[in-house]
């Protein structure tokens, strides 16, 4: 298995809302990673997970909160979004130093908030 | 983190070859440099990674300039689904993404 399974495709919620993404990869990679990539920008990092445990949070606002079960799923809760955080994210993973070889990407949730 | 300079957009001819460039003259001496695509609605794709020597795979070849600041991707024959945003990127720990080519394939 050399993917990364992202759910669901597409979402939509209000600004009240609760919801998840789900990230998930058999791959045995123990580097996980959340972007953000609004239309026509190149992704931005949000969150990197090294051995299930968070290493780098790239000040992102509290109403996006990232955990990490177990090696293989990654998870964004969501709660009281605004309309500007609509937005494509992106889960990848990798060996654990990705820089050296390379990230596997989903293929994304486009997140609507209304 | 190191940046990355990359023309915005450039065109080629079905079947021709493509250089795509890229800018890093502040890269260190332990960054690799790594290209990925992007198409619409998915999420990026790898193609090409190295560090000093040019490297070759399936999808592309990969000139590092020997000075290592700057590098340049090649797609060998395009074809219109090699259409797509590319990105050069390179760091340690974290890697930027910078504004990427946008590659138009002409039939």
């Known amino acids: 298995d050399t993917e990364v399974t992202q759910t669901p495709k597409h979402l939509v919620m209000g600004m009240t809302n609760k919801k998840s993404l789900k990230c998930e990869q058999h791959m045995g990679h123990r580097a996980m990673y959340w972007y953000k990539q609004k239309a026509k920008k190149p992704p931005e990092l949000m969150f990197v997970y090294s051995y299930e445990k968070l290493s780098i949070n790239e000040s992102v606002p509290s109403r996006f909160s990232p955990e990490c079960p177990n090696s293989s799923l990654l998870n964004l809760h969501l709660h009281a979004l605004q309309p500007e955080d609509s937005a494509l994210y992106l889960c990848a993973s990798s060996r654990l130093n990705g820089v050296t070889y390379g990230y596997t990407f989903g293929s994304g949730t486009r997140l609507t908030v209304v | 983190d190191a940046k990355t300079t990359q023309p915005n957009s450039m065109e080629s001819n079905e079947e021709e070859p493509v250089h795509l460039p890229c800018n890093h003259s502040?890269?260190?001496?332990?960054?690799?440099i790594h290209w990925y695509r992007q198409l619409p609605s998915q999420g990026p794709e790898y193609v090409i990674h190295g560090l000093t020597s040019n490297v070759n795979n399936r999808m592309a070849s990969l000139a590092i300039a020997e000075d290592r600041k700057s590098s340049t991707l090649i797609l060998h024959r395009a074809t219109l689904r090699d259409a797509a945003v590319y990105y050069c990127?390179?760091?340690?720990?974290?890697?930027?993404f910078g504004d990427g080519t946008t590659l138009t394939v002409k039939p």
């Open positions: 502040t890269i260190s001496g332990t960054d690799y």
């Open positions: 990127i390179l760091g340690a720990g974290k890697s930027t």
